[in-house]
Nanobody
Framework: QVQLVESGGGLVQPGGSLGLSCAAS????????VGWYRQAPGKLRELVAQ???????NYVDSVKGRFTISRDNAKNTVTLQMNSLKPEDSAVYYC?????????WGKGTLVTVSS
């Protein structure tokens, strides 16, 4: 069974840090590009960060310098370290794995940045 399971969301104060983790099962993880998307209420889902099979990373401009994505092919995991969090980072964060026309999604984890 193909599955992506996110963990690590929660409530954090502005300026704080939070780490998200995504564990994959049922797929050959190393052949997938993996990333994190987020969706805030009333907004479209957007790509936050991605790491390719070659290890190349890319980030949406609003998180550059604050977020770091990494993958561990031995553990079938992808993590997102989020620092200097802002209220506008509040959203449901989704893990994604994609290769060719195949897209796999996790169920999401809620991140709330508020004082």
């Amino acid at each position: 069974q193909v599955q992506l399971v996110e963990s690590g969301g929660g409530l954090v104060q502005p300026g704080g840090s939070l780490g998200l983790s995504c564990a994959a099962s049922g797929i050959i993880f190393s052949i997938y590009n993996v990333g994190w998307y987020r969706q805030a209420p009333g907004k479209l889902r957007e790509l936050v960060a991605q790491v390719t099979t070659a290890g190349t990373t890319n980030y949406v401009d609003s998180v550059k310098g604050r977020f770091t994505i990494s993958r561990d092919n031995a553990k079938n995991t992808v993590t997102l370290q989020m620092n200097s969090l802002k209220p506008e980072d509040s959203a449901v964060y989704y893990c994604n794995a994609n290769v060719y026309a195949v897209n796999v999604w996790g169920k999401g984890t809620l991140v709330t940045v508020s004082s």
